[in-house]
């Protein structure tokens, strides 16, 4: 009974429906009440089952003596309306995909004045981001990085060196603000292990922005919330050539004013009482 009932069901008849529609099979005619005795279903409720069984042409009604009794029609006639329905369906689906898809490519050809521009609140879409873009720099890849981070610099540590062993130059620039001495001292050992993959560092006290340029074409920048300044992961995204080349004019103005890891380790105390 039950893989009849599964059955029914993956031809879109409903649990309840299904085992009524089957316990209308055991003989000619039932009433409302005794298909309630009969199945797991409540009196009030089979009256509702049966009428929706009516209309979708799986049983009839009629009266007998005064008392609405329902029949079961022929499975075979149930089967081959189903499945004419189906059929119905399939050519209305086949209909609505061709006339979707033209939809689809006639607005592709489209192209919005902002479909350049991204922007992204998720975290987890912010991180997929970032590796996506640092995955496909073929040429030169530039970063401020700066608290708070989407994801921990040691694990990037194994994707950067990827692309640095596919010749791509890779230049960052890491803010010490508001870091305790033994944050910056871990900071310091991070950029060190990006040094020795192949990255050129430089430290700054601190930096306008978070900031990835890739290739000279796409940027994604994080801005702090002009009301309450606090750090924010909120992120734009904008594959635009000349945008990207005006960020890298920024990210050279800052680049010379950052300090090397090694001054920046020989003269700490210097850099501290700057903070």
């Known amino acids: 009974m039950k893989e009849l009932i599964d059955n029914l069901q993956y031809?879109?008849?409903?649990?309840?429906?299904?085992?009524?529609?089957?316990?209308?099979?055991?003989?000619?005619?039932?009433?409302a009440p005794e298909i309630s005795k009969i199945t797991s279903v409540s009196r009030t409720k089979s009256y509702e089952i049966l009428q929706n069984l009516?209309?979708?042409?799986?049983?009839?009604?009629?009266?007998?003596?005064?008392?609405?009794?329902?029949?079961?029609?022929?499975?075979?006639?149930?089967?081959?309306n189903i499945l004419s329905d189906y059929e119905k369906k399939k050519r209305v689906a086949d209909e609505l995909r061709i006339t979707l898809n033209e939809l689809f490519i006639s607005n592709e050809k489209v192209e919005s004045p902002l479909d350049y521009i991204e922007v992204l609140t998720d975290r987890d879409q912010i991180k997929e981001k970032w590796l996506t873009i640092q995955q496909n720099a073929k040429k030169e890849l530039l970063v401020f990085v700066k608290p708070p981070y989407a994801f921990s610099l040691n694990d990037n540590v194994d994707k950067e060196t990827d692309i640095i062993?596919?010749?791509?130059?890779?230049?960052?620039?890491y803010e010490f603000k508001d870091l305790a001495p033994e944050e910056i001292s871990n900071l310091i050992k991070i950029i060190e292990v990006y040094q020795k993959i192949g990255e050129d560092?430089?430290?700054?006290?601190?930096?306008?922005?978070?900031?990835?340029?890739?290739?000279?074409?796409?940027?994604?920048?994080?801005?702090?919330d002009r009301i309450s300044l606090k750090p924010t992961i909120t992120s734009m995204v904008v594959d635009h050539r000349s945008f990207a080349k005006a960020q890298k004019e920024i990210f050279e103005s800052y680049w010379q004013k950052g300090i090397s890891i090694e001054d920046f380790k020989r003269d700490q105390n210097k850099y501290f009482n700057s903070k």
Not at 11 to 31: D, H, M, S, W
Not at 201 to 224: C, G, Q, W, Y
Request: hydrophobic residues 40%; charged residues 30%; glycine residues 4%.
């Open 11 to 31: 031809l879109n008849i409903p649990r309840r429906e299904g085992e009524v529609y089957l316990a209308l099979l055991q003989k000619k005619e039932f009433t």
């Open 165 to 173: 062993k596919n010749k791509v130059i890779v230049r960052g620039i």
């Open 54 to 80: 009516v209309k979708k042409g799986l049983c009839n009604e009629s009266y007998r003596n005064g008392i609405k009794v329902f029949s079961c029609i022929d499975p075979k006639i149930v089967i081959e």
């Open 201 to 224: 560092a430089r430290i700054i006290k601190e930096l306008p922005m978070k900031l990835v340029i890739s290739d000279e074409t796409i940027s994604m920048f994080a801005l702090n």
